[in-house]
């Protein structure tokens, strides 16, 4: 139907003789049909009235993630220019509780950042996208890195401001998926339920001036299941 109607008037006068003869062929009066009874309407139910609505939030959640990177320039503000291996750099610079020492929990990728520079396999860093996310008309950085050991990923975005490299959103997960759509970055995750996934999508606030947190999903995306049934001894 829908080649039909792009066909013009003509077209669709055809495709509407075409229906009418069909419905005459199988002996369809065409008139309206009972589908049944309709169920009513609701609108979501108002839990506790009485409670006072609150006016500031209980817990400090970072919503707003922005820095200034340290030690590394954007002459002419073009992104493009810096070396995605010297921003992972600066960040194990400047915090050695994470990625220097015996103890630090992602030792592994300070351990590992020598194999960028002849680009061997091992190097944790991994390949850099560009994209305006800003709306400021300039390429904006994104950058994934693993955080080792283990299975965590890094995903970082940065925008260059007055020279300088400001990182606008940071998030590490066990990450499936990373995708990039308008202003947004999406990541996706694996659950600990079977069948569903974590999508958490990140938006450009130009007001807050960084990358928010503005969905945070729980989806399906395998066929669903059935619990066993008891058998008769657990009865």
Known sequence: MSRLFHAGRAGTALAVALLLA??????????????????????????????????????????????????????????????????????????????????????????RMDDCAGGRAGCPVLDPYYRDLTGDGRDDLTLGFRLLPGSTTAVRV???????????????????????????????????????EYRLTWTWDPDQRAMLLTHDEMLRTGPRTHPPRPSASAR
């Open 22 to 111: 069909a419905a005459a062929g199988c002996g369809d009066t065409g008139g309206l049909r009972n589908a049944g009874a309709t169920p009513a309407a609701t609108g979501p139910a108002r839990l506790w009235p009485e409670l006072t609505p609150a006016s500031s939030p209980a817990f400090e959640i970072g919503e707003v993630d922005t820095e200034v990177v340290e030690g590394v320039a954007v002459p002419g503000d073009g992104i493009r220019a810096v070396d995605p291996v010297a921003v992972v750099r600066a960040e194990i610079a400047a915090r050695p509780d994470e990625y220097g020492g015996p103890g630090a929990p992602y030792r592994g990728t300070a351990e």
């Open 158 to 196: 940065y925008t260059a401001d007055r020279h300088r490299l400001v990182q606008v959103m940071a998030w590490e997960d066990a990450v499936s998926g990373v995708e990039l759509t308008g202003r947004s970055l999406i990541i996706r995750s694996p659950s600990e339920v079977a069948g569903y």
